[in-house]
């Protein structure tokens, strides 16, 4: 079997974790805890960096560190992983749905303005598949309507706006250390941000507000979370960091043999990098259509018989029972590109074989 995504531990991982064995510093507290955070914030140049359990956790804490709640509306992706809307729900706010586009299958900035009501307190554009949103275009909506920006750029880590990374260029930015992302550490995310306020609020709300007393007890003026990764992870993502240029340099060079031996298939469509952007493909996207011999579905079937794991792309959100009533605007775009979207194995240690294997099964469908 030709896997998904797969994650690839060849550094210090080892080594950091026997470490915390040894010490016996397991748990939420320990050096690598801290020096995870440190480490990820000069990586991608954010004056503060906070551990959590996931990327779901990220992203509630930013809401609520935003002080997001009740009656709130928060305009966000619906071709995305649900994560983002459900933690939307978590505080008591409601999704409102923009469409995608076509060519980079995230937030269409342009289909945003016209959702803003009275209600509005946030947008959360969702950097799905390792491309970035038209940034410049959401900072510039959210200055005219005074709104927070959350970047969920939990698929994207190592993908560039222009000159800045991805999960730094609004409020607050959302990672993800799933087990099938470009870095992982088991399971594990991470709240950036440039806003010193933040940061430190989010740091307090995600250690159960403890604050220790002279006598070292604890005291806790407000309700908190206990959202705080383990020395366990952070010592593996210690060591998984030390090595991300080398796997964004693989997961594009991949990328360029997929574009290049796909982009002559008639029926499909290769992805695209925008002159703003620096993508890393978390997963290899294509469309699949009309014009080719068969739907995605069934393309699905045919590459696992040959031993290829693929999937389709996120199912909309703003067609899942919890959220059919939800606001949306015109989503013709995102319904399409469920429809006809798929993912390829995209991990850090496929081969060139493996990928001429994929490709030649995709090419010679009948």
Same mark, same amino acid.
């Given at each position: 079997m030709i896997p998904l995504c797969i994650p690839? *531990?060849?550094?210090?991982? +080892?080594?950091?974790?026997? %470490?915390?064995?040894?010490?016996? +510093?397991?748990?939420?507290?320990?050096?690598?805890?801290?020096?995870?955070e440190e480490d990820f914030s000069k990586y *991608?140049?954010?004056?503060?960096?906070?551990?959590?359990?996931?990327?779901?956790?990220a992203l509630e804490l930013a809401l609520r560190t935003l002080g997001i709640g009740e009656e709130d509306e928060v305009i966000v992706s619906s071709l995305t992983f649900i994560?983002?809307? =459900?933690?939307?729900?978590?505080?008591?706010?409601?999704?409102?749905?923009?469409?995608?586009?076509?060519?980079?299958?995230?937030?269409?900035?342009?289909?945003?303005?016209?959702? *803003?009501?009275?209600?509005?307190?946030a947008i959360i554009p969702v950097h799905i598949y390792g491309h970035p949103v038209d940034m410049n275009k959401i900072m510039k909506i959210a200055k005219k309507y005074n709104l927070f920006v959350i970047e969920d750029a939990t698929e994207s880590l190592g993908s560039l706006y222009k000159d800045k990374y991805v999960g730094t260029i609004g409020d607050i930015g959302c990672f993800s250390f799933n087990g099938n992302k470009l870095i992982t550490t088991g399971a594990g995310g991470m709240l950036v941000t440039? =806003?010193?306020?933040?940061?430190?609020?989010?740091?307090?709300?995600?250690?159960?507000?403890?604050?220790?007393? %002279?006598?070292?007890?604890?005291?806790?003026? %407000?309700?908190?979370?206990?959202?705080?990764?383990p020395n366990l992870l952070a010592a593996m993502g210690c060591a998984q960091l030390e090595n991300i240029e080398k796997y964004i340099k693989v997961k594009r060079e991949h990328a360029n043999?997929?574009?290049n031996i796909l982009k002559g298939v008639?029926? *499909?469509?290769?992805?695209? %990098?925008?002159?703003?952007?620096? =993508?890393?493909? +978390?997963l290899y996207s294509i469309l699949i259509e009309d014009d080719f011999p068969i739907t995605r579905d069934e393309l699905i079937k045919v590459l696992e018989e040959e031993g290829i794991q693929s999937r389709p792309f996120f199912m909309p959100i703003h067609n899942m029972p919890?959220?059919? =009533?939800?606001?949306?605007?015109?989503?013709?775009?995102?319904?399409?590109?469920y429809d006809k979207g798929i993912n390829l194995p995209s991990s850090v240690g496929l081969t060139i074989k493996d990928i001429k294997k994929v490709c030649d099964k995709i090419a010679n469908v009948k």
């Open positions: 690839e *531990i060849k550094g210090n991982e +080892w080594k950091y974790i026997k %470490e915390c064995l040894d010490t016996n +510093w397991v748990s939420s507290v320990g050096s690598f805890v801290n020096k995870f *991608i140049n954010a004056k503060k960096s906070v551990v959590t359990m996931n990327g779901t956790t994560s983002p809307i =459900n933690t939307i729900k978590y505080v008591g706010a409601e999704p409102v749905f923009a469409d995608a586009c076509r060519d980079t299958y995230v937030m269409d900035a342009d289909k945003i303005e016209q959702l *803003i009501t009275s209600k509005t307190k440039n =806003n010193e306020k933040y940061g430190e609020r989010a740091k307090f709300l995600s250690t159960q507000t403890k604050v220790v007393n %002279e006598n070292k007890s604890f005291y806790h003026p %407000e309700i908190g979370y206990n959202f705080r990764m043999i997929y574009n008639k029926g *499909i469509t290769i992805p695209t %990098e925008k002159d703003y952007a620096k =993508n890393v493909y +978390w919890p959220y059919v =009533n939800c606001i949306h605007g015109d989503m013709t775009i995102t319904n399409e590109l």
